[in-house]
């Protein structure tokens, strides 16, 4: 595996390997790597010649009093499990790489309307980061394709629709959640719950499997539902930030003309922010 930390060296070898007519599929993620991340180096490799991974802990998509000094940065193990891939191409770039000019200074890419809602309700600047970042990644890279989790089920609806809005030729992929034996949907941010709220912590996915079972059974009181599995997220100890039935595509509030769903929540173990998600077709 090559790895690269400087963008001229990255742009150089993805263009000899467009040259050779190589198709290159791109995973971006912020490191700490496990199952659900190595899915989609699985998947970028199916459908590309080429993977090329990056790891970076992006500042700009933290607020000032979240976890960005205390996020795991595990840098040996990673690169193990991508060789363990067979990855490619590790990007691994500086924060002074990635943001010359410093992070107050760097030109922002906004997606309106569709980020102030849910987690960009409680993490106001968060989808501005991760919108800039990821075009940034793409203009580095320049890959045919990019691989998005499903768990992050808003960050890769805007991102799609970043990708639509400025027309950039890239194809957005998506990749199933992947899950532990109980449920929970994994995460770097489970390395930090307690072997005791390790314990609840699937309690969210199996609220959210509670309401896509009722949602098939016909049951159309969406606030309700979405009340009764607060109330269930709640009675084991979480915090709930949200817990909301969707248009699956605008993300707006789901009315019953609306096929395709996605069920979002967001709660609090302790001081682990825990997101997940499941869809349903109508
Ligand atoms: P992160 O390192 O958390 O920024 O995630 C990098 C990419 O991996 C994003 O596209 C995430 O949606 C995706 N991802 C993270 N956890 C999972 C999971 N459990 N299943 C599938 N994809 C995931």
Known sequence: MQIFTQFSE??????????????IGFVPTMGNLHEGHLQLVRQAKQTNDICVVSIFVNPLQFGLSEDWEQ????FDS?????????TEVLFYPSESEMYPNGMQNQTR??????????????RPGHFEGVTTVVTKL????????????????????????????????????????ARAADGLALSSRNGYLTDEERLTANQIYKSLQWVQSQLASGETNYKQLEEAASK?????????????????KTLEEAVSEDANLVVLAAAYLGNTRLIDNVTITL
């Open 71 to 74: 996020y795991p940065r595990t």
């Open 10 to 23: 990255i742009r150089a070898f993805v263009k000899a390997a467009k040259m050779q007519g190589k198709r």
């Open 232 to 248: 269930q997220i709640e009675a084991v100890g979480m915090r709930i930030d949200y817990f909301s039935i969707r248009n699956a």
């Open 78 to 86: 990673d690169v193990e499990k991508l060789k363990g891939e067979n």
């Open 138 to 177: 793409l203009h580095i890279v320049k890959p045919h394709e990019a691989i998005f989790g499903i768990k992050d089920f808003q960050q890769l609806a805007v991102i799609r629709r970043m990708a639509e809005d400025l027309c950039m030729d890239v194809q957005i992929s998506a990749s199933p959640i």
């Open 109 to 122: 890419v906004f997606c309106p309307t569709m980020t102030d809602i849910l987690c960009g309700a409680s």
